[in-house]
Protein backbone atom coordinates (compact mmCIF):
# COMPACT_ATOMS: atom_id res chain seq x y z
CA UNK A 1 0.00 0.00 0.00
CA UNK A 2 1.82 3.34 -1.35
CA UNK A 3 1.87 5.79 1.39
CA UNK A 4 2.18 9.41 0.70
CA UNK A 5 4.46 11.94 2.76
CA UNK A 6 4.39 15.42 3.07
CA UNK A 7 7.47 17.26 3.91
CA UNK A 8 6.49 20.98 4.88
CA UNK A 9 6.89 24.18 7.42
CA UNK A 10 5.29 26.78 6.34
CA UNK A 11 7.98 29.12 6.86
CA UNK A 12 10.56 28.90 3.76
CA UNK A 13 14.22 28.17 4.25
CA UNK A 14 13.90 26.25 7.07
CA UNK A 15 15.15 22.83 5.01
CA UNK A 16 12.17 21.18 3.58
CA UNK A 17 13.87 20.47 0.54
CA UNK A 18 16.67 19.25 1.83
CA UNK A 19 14.75 17.17 4.32
CA UNK A 20 12.69 15.61 1.43
CA UNK A 21 15.52 14.78 -0.64
CA UNK A 22 17.02 13.21 2.24
CA UNK A 23 13.63 11.36 3.51
CA UNK A 24 13.37 9.88 -0.17
CA UNK A 25 16.22 8.64 -0.68
CA UNK A 26 16.64 6.99 2.48
CA UNK A 27 13.42 4.88 1.84
CA UNK A 28 14.90 4.66 -1.22
CA UNK A 29 17.86 2.83 0.17
CA UNK A 30 16.16 0.68 2.28
CA UNK A 31 14.66 -0.79 -0.97
CA UNK A 32 11.44 0.60 -0.86
CA UNK A 33 10.73 2.20 -4.46
CA UNK A 34 10.34 6.24 -3.67
CA UNK A 35 9.49 9.36 -5.95
CA UNK A 36 9.95 12.65 -4.50
CA UNK A 37 7.85 15.75 -6.43
CA UNK A 38 8.42 18.79 -6.24
CA UNK A 39 5.00 21.04 -5.77
CA UNK A 40 7.23 24.26 -5.42
CA UNK A 41 6.03 25.32 -9.28
CA UNK A 42 8.04 28.45 -10.53
CA UNK A 43 10.86 27.91 -7.83
CA UNK A 44 12.13 24.39 -8.46
CA UNK A 45 14.66 23.12 -6.63
CA UNK A 46 13.75 19.21 -5.88
CA UNK A 47 15.98 18.46 -9.10
CA UNK A 48 19.11 21.01 -8.12
CA UNK A 49 18.87 19.47 -4.70
CA UNK A 50 19.17 15.89 -6.87
CA UNK A 51 21.55 17.02 -9.05
CA UNK A 52 19.45 16.05 -11.95
CA UNK A 53 18.11 19.11 -13.11
CA UNK A 54 20.06 18.95 -16.69
CA UNK A 55 17.78 15.75 -17.34
CA UNK A 56 14.66 17.57 -16.51
CA UNK A 57 12.71 17.29 -19.88
CA UNK A 58 8.98 16.82 -18.48
CA UNK A 59 7.65 17.62 -15.34
CA UNK A 60 4.80 17.54 -12.96
CA UNK A 61 2.57 20.11 -14.30
CA UNK A 62 3.08 18.22 -18.05
CA UNK A 63 2.00 15.47 -16.85
CA UNK A 64 -0.91 17.47 -14.98
CA UNK A 65 -1.84 18.97 -18.13
CA UNK A 66 -1.63 15.95 -20.36
CA UNK A 67 1.30 17.38 -22.45
CA UNK A 68 3.66 14.08 -21.14
CA UNK A 69 3.23 10.88 -19.73
CA UNK A 70 3.88 9.80 -16.04
CA UNK A 71 6.64 7.70 -17.35
CA UNK A 72 8.00 10.48 -19.26
CA UNK A 73 8.46 12.97 -16.49
CA UNK A 74 10.16 10.25 -13.99
CA UNK A 75 13.49 10.97 -13.77
CA UNK A 76 15.44 7.91 -12.31
CA UNK A 77 18.06 8.67 -9.73
CA UNK A 78 21.53 7.98 -11.01
CA UNK A 79 22.33 6.42 -7.30
CA UNK A 80 19.75 4.69 -5.41
CA UNK A 81 18.35 2.56 -7.49
CA UNK A 82 14.40 2.78 -6.30
CA UNK A 83 14.47 6.45 -6.54
CA UNK A 84 12.84 8.45 -8.69
CA UNK A 85 11.99 12.52 -9.07
CA UNK A 86 9.17 14.57 -11.00
CA UNK A 87 10.57 17.83 -11.27
CA UNK A 88 8.44 20.81 -11.21
CA UNK A 89 8.30 23.79 -13.57
CA UNK A 90 9.97 26.94 -13.41
CA UNK A 91 8.31 28.81 -16.27
CA UNK A 92 4.85 28.75 -14.63
CA UNK A 93 2.94 29.16 -10.97
CA UNK A 94 1.42 27.85 -8.46
CA UNK A 95 -2.24 27.69 -10.34
CA UNK A 96 -1.32 25.75 -12.52
CA UNK A 97 -1.86 22.87 -10.04
CA UNK A 98 -4.92 21.89 -9.83
CA UNK A 99 -6.63 19.66 -6.87
CA UNK A 100 -8.06 17.17 -9.89
CA UNK A 101 -4.67 16.83 -11.77
CA UNK A 102 -2.89 16.21 -8.78
CA UNK A 103 -5.11 13.97 -7.23
CA UNK A 104 -4.63 11.87 -10.96
CA UNK A 105 -0.85 11.59 -10.77
CA UNK A 106 -0.72 10.64 -6.77
CA UNK A 107 -3.32 8.24 -7.56
CA UNK A 108 -1.10 6.80 -10.62
CA UNK A 109 2.19 7.16 -8.32
CA UNK A 110 0.34 5.05 -6.48
CA UNK A 111 -0.17 2.34 -8.33
CA UNK A 112 3.92 1.82 -9.31
CA UNK A 113 5.44 3.24 -5.91
CA UNK A 114 5.84 1.96 -1.75
CA UNK A 115 6.46 5.98 -1.21
CA UNK A 116 5.59 9.28 -2.59
CA UNK A 117 7.73 11.94 -0.78
CA UNK A 118 5.62 15.59 -1.45
CA UNK A 119 8.00 18.10 -0.93
CA UNK A 120 5.52 21.39 0.08
CA UNK A 121 6.58 25.05 -1.25
CA UNK A 122 6.70 27.56 1.52
CA UNK A 123 3.48 29.33 2.79
CA UNK A 124 -0.08 28.41 3.12
CA UNK A 125 -1.41 28.88 -0.53
CA UNK A 126 -2.44 26.70 -3.21
CA UNK A 127 1.32 24.92 -3.55
CA UNK A 128 1.05 24.13 -0.19
CA UNK A 129 -2.50 22.74 0.18
CA UNK A 130 -1.95 20.75 -2.47
CA UNK A 131 0.90 19.50 -1.25
CA UNK A 132 -0.25 18.43 2.10
CA UNK A 133 -3.85 17.46 1.06
CA UNK A 134 -3.61 13.84 -0.52
CA UNK A 135 -0.97 13.13 2.57
CA UNK A 136 -1.41 9.92 4.65
CA UNK A 137 1.66 11.03 7.09
CA UNK A 138 3.06 14.36 7.47
CA UNK A 139 6.95 15.57 8.20
CA UNK A 140 6.86 19.24 9.61
CA UNK A 141 10.52 20.55 9.74
CA UNK A 142 10.83 23.80 11.93
CA UNK A 143 13.92 25.49 13.08
CA UNK A 144 14.40 26.13 16.76
CA UNK A 145 13.45 29.55 15.94
CA UNK A 146 10.34 31.43 17.26
CA UNK A 147 8.48 32.47 13.79
CA UNK A 148 9.41 29.01 12.60
CA UNK A 149 7.53 27.49 15.08
CA UNK A 150 4.78 29.51 14.82
CA UNK A 151 4.44 28.82 11.49
CA UNK A 152 5.09 25.10 11.85
CA UNK A 153 1.84 25.55 14.60
CA UNK A 154 -0.59 26.72 12.02
CA UNK A 155 0.74 24.34 9.47
CA UNK A 156 0.19 21.18 11.94
CA UNK A 157 -3.37 22.76 12.52
CA UNK A 158 -4.23 22.85 8.52
CA UNK A 159 -2.93 19.61 7.87
CA UNK A 160 -5.10 18.31 10.90
CA UNK A 161 -8.32 20.01 9.66
CA UNK A 162 -8.29 20.60 6.15
CA UNK A 163 -6.54 17.73 4.87
CA UNK A 164 -8.50 14.84 2.62
CA UNK A 165 -8.28 12.49 6.03
CA UNK A 166 -8.93 15.09 8.09
CA UNK A 167 -12.06 15.51 5.89
CA UNK A 168 -12.59 11.71 6.17
CA UNK A 169 -11.96 11.51 10.27
CA UNK A 170 -9.12 9.53 9.63
CA UNK A 171 -6.06 9.58 11.50
CA UNK A 172 -3.11 11.50 9.93
CA UNK A 173 0.48 11.01 11.68
CA UNK A 174 2.56 14.29 12.27
CA UNK A 175 6.24 14.31 13.02
CA UNK A 176 8.42 16.96 14.15
CA UNK A 177 12.10 17.50 12.13
CA UNK A 178 13.87 20.00 14.16
CA UNK A 179 16.74 21.15 11.63
CA UNK A 180 19.89 23.84 12.06
CA UNK A 181 20.01 22.96 15.99
CA UNK A 182 22.76 24.67 17.30
CA UNK A 183 23.43 23.28 20.74
CA UNK A 184 25.94 26.12 21.36
CA UNK A 185 23.65 28.74 20.60
CA UNK A 186 20.43 27.40 22.18
CA UNK A 187 22.72 27.10 25.33
CA UNK A 188 23.58 30.69 25.29
CA UNK A 189 19.69 30.93 24.75
CA UNK A 190 19.80 32.56 21.36
CA UNK A 191 17.36 29.82 20.10
CA UNK A 192 14.75 28.16 21.53
CA UNK A 193 15.46 24.38 23.10
CA UNK A 194 14.36 21.45 21.88
CA UNK A 195 11.86 20.88 25.06
CA UNK A 196 10.01 24.23 24.08
CA UNK A 197 9.83 23.58 20.49
CA UNK A 198 8.23 20.12 21.84
CA UNK A 199 5.99 21.86 24.29
CA UNK A 200 4.27 24.27 21.78
CA UNK A 201 4.04 21.61 18.85
CA UNK A 202 3.62 18.82 20.61
CA UNK A 203 3.59 16.25 18.10
CA UNK A 204 5.90 13.08 18.09
CA UNK A 205 10.07 14.07 17.37
CA UNK A 206 11.41 12.48 14.35
CA UNK A 207 14.77 13.63 14.97
CA UNK A 208 17.10 16.67 15.06
CA UNK A 209 19.61 17.85 12.55
CA UNK A 210 22.46 19.81 14.06
CA UNK A 211 23.51 23.60 12.05
CA UNK A 212 25.66 21.64 9.99
CA UNK A 213 27.90 22.63 6.84
CA UNK A 214 27.88 19.84 5.33
CA UNK A 215 24.62 19.82 4.82
CA UNK A 216 24.97 23.28 2.84
CA UNK A 217 27.82 21.70 1.20
CA UNK A 218 25.79 18.64 -0.03
CA UNK A 219 23.34 21.11 -1.47
CA UNK A 220 25.48 22.69 -3.66
CA UNK A 221 27.20 19.72 -5.27
CA UNK A 222 23.34 18.05 -6.08
CA UNK A 223 23.80 15.48 -3.22
CA UNK A 224 21.01 14.45 -0.90
CA UNK A 225 22.79 15.02 2.67
CA UNK A 226 21.73 11.41 3.40
CA UNK A 227 24.48 10.13 1.09
CA UNK A 228 27.57 12.34 3.17
CA UNK A 229 28.82 9.61 5.50
CA UNK A 230 30.69 12.23 7.41
CA UNK A 231 27.97 14.42 7.92
CA UNK A 232 26.33 14.43 11.17
CA UNK A 233 22.82 15.46 9.76
CA UNK A 234 23.29 11.79 7.08
CA UNK A 235 22.85 9.99 10.39
CA UNK A 236 20.15 11.80 12.12
CA UNK A 237 18.06 11.63 8.58
CA UNK A 238 19.10 7.98 7.99
CA UNK A 239 17.47 7.53 12.06
CA UNK A 240 14.06 9.54 11.29
CA UNK A 241 14.25 7.04 7.91
CA UNK A 242 13.73 4.28 10.78
CA UNK A 243 11.40 5.95 12.51
CA UNK A 244 9.28 6.35 9.60
CA UNK A 245 9.33 3.04 9.46
CA UNK A 246 8.29 2.66 12.49
CA UNK A 247 11.25 1.50 14.13
CA UNK A 248 12.02 3.06 17.76
CA UNK A 249 15.06 4.28 17.85
CA UNK A 250 16.58 6.76 20.59
CA UNK A 251 16.46 10.53 19.55
CA UNK A 252 20.01 11.67 19.27
CA UNK A 253 20.23 15.34 20.79
CA UNK A 254 23.30 17.34 19.34
CA UNK A 255 25.33 18.55 22.38
CA UNK A 256 27.40 21.78 23.15
CA UNK A 257 30.73 21.53 22.44
CA UNK A 258 33.02 20.96 24.45
CA UNK A 259 36.24 23.27 24.20
CA UNK A 260 39.44 22.63 26.69
CA UNK A 261 41.39 25.36 27.37
CA UNK A 262 44.06 24.15 25.66
CA UNK A 263 41.60 24.00 22.30
CA UNK A 264 40.26 27.97 23.86
CA UNK A 265 43.97 29.36 23.83
CA UNK A 266 44.38 28.00 20.16
CA UNK A 267 41.33 29.79 18.87
CA UNK A 268 41.95 33.20 20.52
CA UNK A 269 45.63 33.48 19.15
CA UNK A 270 44.16 32.28 15.63
CA UNK B 1 -30.33 46.60 86.93
CA UNK B 2 -29.34 44.79 83.58
CA UNK B 3 -32.67 42.70 82.34
CA UNK B 4 -32.10 39.87 79.71
CA UNK B 5 -34.27 40.22 76.96
CA UNK B 6 -35.95 36.10 77.43
CA UNK B 7 -36.70 36.93 73.25
CA UNK B 8 -33.12 35.84 73.08
CA UNK B 9 -31.31 34.18 75.23
CA UNK B 10 -27.64 34.22 74.68
CA UNK B 11 -27.03 30.63 72.93
CA UNK B 12 -23.67 29.99 74.86
CA UNK B 13 -25.54 30.30 78.24
CA UNK B 14 -28.50 28.17 77.62
CA UNK B 15 -29.06 25.04 79.55
CA UNK B 16 -29.76 23.05 75.97
CA UNK B 17 -29.86 23.41 72.25
CA UNK B 18 -32.33 21.73 69.98
CA UNK B 19 -31.10 20.55 66.56
CA UNK B 20 -32.63 18.41 63.97
CA UNK B 21 -30.33 15.43 63.37
CA UNK B 22 -31.09 12.06 61.72
CA UNK B 23 -29.92 8.52 61.77
CA UNK B 24 -29.67 4.95 60.55
CA UNK B 25 -31.42 3.13 63.12
CA UNK B 26 -32.15 -0.91 62.55
CA UNK B 27 -35.93 -2.17 62.23
CA UNK B 28 -37.24 -5.14 63.50
CA UNK B 29 -39.79 -6.78 61.60
CA UNK B 30 -42.18 -8.53 63.90
CA UNK B 31 -44.36 -11.26 62.47
CA UNK B 32 -45.72 -12.98 65.40
CA UNK B 33 -44.70 -11.68 69.25
CA UNK B 34 -46.84 -15.16 70.79
CA UNK B 35 -44.61 -17.59 68.82
CA UNK B 36 -42.89 -19.23 72.01
CA UNK B 37 -39.30 -19.69 70.39
CA UNK B 38 -39.18 -15.90 69.45
CA UNK B 39 -37.03 -14.73 71.85
CA UNK B 40 -34.86 -17.95 71.69
CA UNK B 41 -34.40 -17.76 67.83
CA UNK B 42 -33.92 -14.16 67.87
CA UNK B 43 -30.89 -14.67 70.22
CA UNK B 44 -29.22 -17.17 67.78
CA UNK B 45 -29.52 -14.29 65.10
CA UNK B 46 -27.89 -12.08 67.54
CA UNK B 47 -25.09 -14.35 68.27
CA UNK B 48 -24.21 -14.17 65.02
CA UNK B 49 -23.14 -10.91 65.11
CA UNK B 50 -22.50 -9.53 68.76
CA UNK B 51 -20.93 -6.92 68.59
CA UNK B 52 -22.64 -5.31 65.89
CA UNK B 53 -26.27 -5.44 68.02
CA UNK B 54 -24.86 -4.98 71.19
CA UNK B 55 -26.84 -1.85 72.96
CA UNK B 56 -28.19 -1.38 69.45
CA UNK B 57 -31.27 1.35 69.32
CA UNK B 58 -33.97 -0.57 67.14
CA UNK B 59 -37.39 0.25 65.63
CA UNK B 60 -40.10 -2.43 66.07
CA UNK B 61 -41.83 -2.60 63.10
CA UNK B 62 -45.27 -3.73 63.51
CA UNK B 63 -46.86 -3.46 60.17
CA UNK B 64 -47.77 -6.89 59.73
CA UNK B 65 -49.40 -7.50 63.16
CA UNK B 66 -52.64 -5.23 61.80
CA UNK B 67 -55.19 -8.43 62.33
CA UNK B 68 -53.28 -9.31 65.75
CA UNK B 69 -54.09 -8.05 69.16
CA UNK B 70 -51.73 -6.06 71.09
CA UNK B 71 -49.01 -7.94 73.44
CA UNK B 72 -47.37 -6.30 76.85
CA UNK B 73 -45.16 -4.02 75.15
CA UNK B 74 -43.10 -3.56 78.49
CA UNK B 75 -42.71 -7.07 78.87
CA UNK B 76 -41.74 -7.76 75.20
CA UNK B 77 -39.53 -4.56 75.38
CA UNK B 78 -37.70 -5.65 78.83
CA UNK B 79 -37.00 -9.26 77.41
CA UNK B 80 -35.61 -7.52 74.09
CA UNK B 81 -33.33 -5.67 76.60
CA UNK B 82 -32.26 -8.79 78.21
CA UNK B 83 -31.25 -9.92 74.80
CA UNK B 84 -28.60 -6.50 74.61
CA UNK B 85 -31.01 -4.25 72.05
CA UNK B 86 -32.55 -0.82 73.06
CA UNK B 87 -35.66 -0.53 71.86
CA UNK B 88 -36.81 2.80 71.29
CA UNK B 89 -39.92 3.30 69.33
CA UNK B 90 -42.27 1.11 66.32
CA UNK B 91 -43.70 1.82 63.21
CA UNK B 92 -46.49 0.93 61.23
CA UNK B 93 -48.23 0.16 63.98
CA UNK B 94 -52.24 0.06 64.18
CA UNK B 95 -53.80 2.43 66.98
CA UNK B 96 -54.21 -0.18 69.58
CA UNK B 97 -50.84 -1.34 69.48
CA UNK B 98 -49.19 2.38 69.03
CA UNK B 99 -51.54 3.14 72.56
CA UNK B 100 -49.97 -0.07 74.40
CA UNK B 101 -46.75 0.78 72.80
CA UNK B 102 -46.96 4.66 74.21
CA UNK B 103 -47.93 3.21 77.27
CA UNK B 104 -44.64 0.98 77.70
CA UNK B 105 -42.13 4.52 76.81
CA UNK B 106 -41.53 3.56 73.12
CA UNK B 107 -41.90 6.69 70.25
CA UNK B 108 -44.22 6.60 67.28
CA UNK B 109 -42.12 7.13 64.17
CA UNK B 110 -44.03 7.44 61.01
CA UNK B 111 -44.08 4.15 58.43
CA UNK B 112 -40.89 3.84 56.85
CA UNK B 113 -41.96 3.68 52.92
CA UNK B 114 -40.07 1.65 50.53
CA UNK B 115 -38.75 3.44 47.28
CA UNK B 116 -40.32 2.32 44.27
CA UNK B 117 -38.38 0.88 41.77
CA UNK B 118 -37.75 2.32 38.43
CA UNK B 119 -36.98 1.12 35.37
CA UNK B 120 -34.03 2.72 33.79
CA UNK B 121 -34.64 1.54 30.43
CA UNK B 122 -38.69 2.88 30.11
CA UNK B 123 -36.98 6.50 30.07
CA UNK B 124 -38.41 8.11 27.12
CA UNK B 125 -35.44 9.90 25.76
CA UNK B 126 -31.85 11.23 27.62
CA UNK B 127 -32.11 14.38 28.83
CA UNK B 128 -30.81 17.07 26.86
CA UNK B 129 -26.88 17.63 26.44
CA UNK B 130 -25.40 20.88 27.98
CA UNK B 131 -24.86 23.39 25.61
CA UNK B 132 -20.97 23.78 25.96
CA UNK B 133 -18.72 22.87 23.49
CA UNK B 134 -15.74 20.49 24.28
CA UNK B 135 -12.37 20.38 22.17
CA UNK B 136 -9.69 17.94 22.96
CA UNK B 137 -7.08 18.23 20.22
CA UNK B 138 -4.64 21.65 20.87
CA UNK B 139 -6.25 24.50 19.06
CA UNK B 140 -3.09 25.30 17.02
CA UNK B 141 -1.89 28.98 15.47
CA UNK B 142 -4.85 30.48 12.92
CA UNK B 143 -7.09 28.05 14.12
CA UNK B 144 -10.33 29.55 15.45
CA UNK B 145 -13.10 27.77 17.76
CA UNK B 146 -16.16 29.12 18.17
CA UNK B 147 -18.69 27.92 20.93
CA UNK B 148 -22.28 29.55 19.65
CA UNK B 149 -24.08 28.15 22.25
CA UNK B 150 -22.70 28.82 25.26
CA UNK B 151 -19.23 27.50 27.57
CA UNK B 152 -16.43 26.38 25.59
CA UNK B 153 -14.00 23.75 27.32
CA UNK B 154 -10.75 23.32 25.93
CA UNK B 155 -8.49 19.81 27.36
CA UNK B 156 -5.47 20.64 25.22
CA UNK B 157 -3.09 23.47 24.64
CA UNK B 158 -3.98 26.44 22.70
CA UNK B 159 -1.49 27.82 20.56
CA UNK B 160 -0.24 31.79 20.20
CA UNK B 161 -2.07 32.96 17.32
CA UNK B 162 -5.04 30.67 18.13
CA UNK B 163 -8.78 32.15 19.11
CA UNK B 164 -11.59 30.87 21.69
CA UNK B 165 -14.48 32.41 21.03
CA UNK B 166 -17.23 31.50 23.24
CA UNK B 167 -21.03 33.43 24.46
CA UNK B 168 -20.65 31.28 27.60
CA UNK B 169 -17.48 30.76 29.72
CA UNK B 170 -13.99 29.56 28.60
CA UNK B 171 -12.38 26.85 30.53
CA UNK B 172 -9.01 25.66 29.28
CA UNK B 173 -7.09 22.68 30.54
CA UNK B 174 -3.77 23.05 28.68
CA UNK B 175 -1.61 26.12 28.45
CA UNK B 176 -3.52 29.39 27.56
CA UNK B 177 -1.38 30.95 24.95
CA UNK B 178 -3.75 32.33 22.61
CA UNK B 179 -6.82 34.13 22.81
CA UNK B 180 -9.66 34.12 24.08
CA UNK B 181 -12.56 35.72 24.10
CA UNK B 182 -15.87 35.02 26.31
CA UNK B 183 -19.20 36.59 26.67
CA UNK B 184 -18.75 37.30 22.81
CA UNK B 185 -23.18 38.57 22.77
CA UNK B 186 -21.94 41.18 25.44
CA UNK B 187 -22.60 38.11 28.66
CA UNK B 188 -20.47 39.99 31.69
CA UNK B 189 -21.30 37.32 34.27
CA UNK B 190 -19.37 34.68 32.28
CA UNK B 191 -15.56 33.84 33.18
CA UNK B 192 -12.07 32.76 32.20
CA UNK B 193 -10.26 29.30 33.62
CA UNK B 194 -7.14 28.54 32.60
CA UNK B 195 -4.64 26.27 34.26
CA UNK B 196 -1.47 27.95 32.72
CA UNK B 197 -2.00 31.92 31.73
CA UNK B 198 0.26 33.24 29.04
CA UNK B 199 -2.34 34.53 26.71
CA UNK B 200 -1.97 36.73 23.78
CA UNK B 201 -5.15 37.88 25.22
CA UNK B 202 -8.31 37.94 27.16
CA UNK B 203 -11.85 39.24 26.75
CA UNK B 204 -14.74 39.11 28.80
CA UNK B 205 -18.07 40.87 27.44
CA UNK B 206 -16.34 42.91 25.33
CA UNK B 207 -13.48 44.59 28.05
CA UNK B 208 -10.00 42.76 26.55
CA UNK B 209 -6.72 42.92 27.83
CA UNK B 210 -3.63 41.91 25.83
CA UNK B 211 -0.52 40.02 27.83
CA UNK B 212 1.65 43.25 28.29
CA UNK B 213 -1.08 44.44 31.03
CA UNK B 214 -0.91 41.44 32.65
CA UNK B 215 0.43 41.06 35.94
CA UNK B 216 3.66 39.24 35.12
CA UNK B 217 3.49 37.25 38.55
CA UNK B 218 0.46 35.38 37.08
CA UNK B 219 2.06 33.83 33.79
CA UNK B 220 2.17 30.17 33.94
CA UNK B 221 -0.09 30.19 36.61
CA UNK B 222 -3.89 29.19 37.05
CA UNK B 223 -5.98 31.97 37.37
CA UNK B 224 -9.64 32.60 36.92
CA UNK B 225 -10.45 35.78 35.15
CA UNK B 226 -13.70 38.21 35.71
CA UNK B 227 -15.51 41.60 35.05
CA UNK B 228 -15.99 43.65 37.95
CA UNK B 229 -17.10 47.12 37.26
CA UNK B 230 -15.76 47.23 33.45
CA UNK B 231 -12.20 45.91 35.21
CA UNK B 232 -11.15 42.53 33.84
CA UNK B 233 -9.69 40.97 37.60
CA UNK B 234 -7.07 37.97 37.72
CA UNK B 235 -7.48 36.19 40.83
CA UNK B 236 -4.85 33.08 41.51
CA UNK B 237 -6.79 29.50 41.90
Given amino acids: MAKVIVVTSGKGGVGKTTTSAALATGLAQRGHKTVIIDFDVGLRNVDLIMGCERRVVYDFINVINGDAKLSQALIKDKRVETLFILA????????????????????????????????????????AFLAMYFADEAVVVANPEVSSVRDADRMIGLVTSKSARAERGEPLPQHLLLTRYDADRVEKGEMLRL??????????????????????????????????????AAKVYADAVSRLLGEKIEITVPKPTKRGLFDRLLRRSA | MTQRPAAAPDAASAPFQIRGTSF??????????????????????LSLAPGFYSKAPII????????????????????????????????????????ESTRAGLAVFPAGRAAEAQSVRGRAKPLPSPKARLVTDPVRSGQQVYAADGDLIVTAAVSRGAELLAEGNIHVYGPLRGRAVAGLGGDRSVRIFCRHLDADLVSIGGFYMVSEQMDPTLIGKPVQIRLVEDRLVFDPL
Wanted: proline content about 6%.
Fill in chain 2, 60 to 99: LDLSLLTAVAPVDMAGFCAALRDLGLVPVGIQGATAAWEE
Fill in chain 1, 195 to 232: EDVQEILAVPLLGVVPECPSVLQASNVGMPVILDEKSP
Fill in chain 2, 24 to 45: TLLALKIVDPRDQTFFVKLQET
Fill in chain 1, 88 to 127: TSQTRDKDALTQDGVQRVIDELKTQFDYIVCDSPAGIERG
